[in-house]
C-alpha cells in the first residue's frame, strides 16, 4: 500500500530516499488531491520557520489549513501511521506565529487521535543540521564565512539541541513503523552554544571564520532550548550522528560542490 509524503524540502528529500511506495504531494494540492487510501501519511508541508518566509497568511494555510484538508479525508481511511512535523519551539516561552500555529495544529491532531483512537504522531525536531541543511542557517553560513570569508552577524550564548537530519529520519521511520501515537521529542538532549559551534567550525575548517558580534538576532532564542522527552528511544531509536560528525560531512560536501 502506498505511502504519502507532503513536503520535499531539506528533510522530505533525505526522508523519501529511505523509503519505497512513496507519493508527494506538492504543497499547492494539498487542499485539492484526492487520497486514495494509504498505509502512512508523513505530513511535513510547514512555512514560516525562515527568516524569509514572511506571507502570514501562507503559515496559517501550510501549517493548519493544508492539515486539515488532509485531515477531513483521512478520517475515513484505516492507515497504520498518520506522522506530523511539529517543532520544539512550541515550547518555549517566547512564540511566534508560527509556532503558535503548529501548537494549534497538534492540538486538533491530538483531539482526532482521542476521539477516534489512530495513530497519529507528533514529533518535535530540534535543531536539525546535515548535509543540505538550508543555507541561511547558522552551521552552513559559518561553513562558508571560514571558507569563503563571508562577513556574518553571530551571538554567541545562544543555546541549540542540533541533531542531524539522518538521526532524524530515523526517528521518523521508527516512530511509523510501530504506529507510534502521541507526542515524541527528537533531540540528542545535549545543548550546543553558538559559540561552540563556531569553535567546531574553524577547527573542521582549518580556518576562522568572519563574525560580527552582536547581542540577539531572534527574541524567543536562549540558553535551555534542549530535548527533555526521551519517548522515542522506548522504540528503540537512539541518535548516533555527532554534531562533529555533522560538521565534517557538511564541510566535506561544501568543498566537493564548490570545487575550494
Known amino acids: ?28 494540492e494539498l487542499q485539492t488531491i484526492k487520497l486514495k487510501h494509504f498505509d502512512k501519511f508523513f505530513f511535513l508541508s510547514s512555512y514560516g ?32 501511521s498518520f506522522v506530523f512535523m511539529s517543532t520544539s519551539s512550541v515550547r518555549l516561552k517566547i512564540q511566534t ?10 492540538e486538533i491532531l491530538l483531539a482526532i487521535m482521542e476521539r477516534h483512537n ?21 552551521i552552513p553560513t559559518l561553513i562558508r564565512s571560514c571558507v569563503t570569508g563571508e562577513k556574518m552577524n553571530f551571538v554567541k550564548d545562544a543555546v541549540h539541541d ?14 511509523s513503523n510501530h504506529s507510534a501515537r502521541g507526542i515524541y521529542e527528537l533531540g540528542t538532549g545535549k545543548g550546543y552554544t553558538n559559540q561552540e559551534v563556531l569553535d567546531i567550525v574553524e577547527k573542521t ?45 557538511m564541510v566535506d560536501e561544501y568543498l566537493q560542490t564548490n570545487r575550494v
Not at 489512530?118 to 547558522?138: D, K, M, W
Open 205 to 249: 575548517t582549518g580556518k576562522k571564520a568572519n563574525t560580527n558580534l552582536v547581542p540577539s538576532m531572534r527574541s524567543y532564542d536562549n540558553q535551555e532550548w534542549t530535548s527533555n522527552n526521551y519517548k522515542a528511544r522506548g522504540y528503540g531509536w537512539l541518535n548516533r550522528i555527532t554534531l562533529e560528525e555533522s560538521i565534517r560531512n
Open 162 to 175: 542540533f541533531i542531524d537530519v539522518d538521526d532524524v529520519t530515523e526517528g521518523i521511520i521508527n516512530l
Open 1 to 28: 500500500m502506498i505511502s504519502y509524503l507532503s513536503g520535499k524540502g531539506f528533510l522530505g528529500s533525505h526522508l523519501s530516499s529511505k523509503l519505497k511506495d512513496l507519493v508527494h504531494i506538492p504543497h499547492e
Open 97 to 106: 506565529t508560527y509556532s503558535r500555529t503548529k501548537k494549534a495544529a497538534e
Open 49 to 80: 520557520n525562515l527568516i524569509s518566509q514572511t506571507d502570514e497568511d501562507m503559515v496559517y494555510k501550510a501549517n493548519i489549513e493544508d492539515l486539515i484538508s488532509i485531515l477531513l479525508q483521512a478520517k475515513d481511511i484505516p492507515f497504520r
Open 118 to 138: 489512530v495513530p497519529i504522531c507528533i514529533i518535535r525536531p530540534f535543531s536539525i543540521t546535515g548535509v543540505g541543511e538550508q543555507a541561511e542557517h547558522l
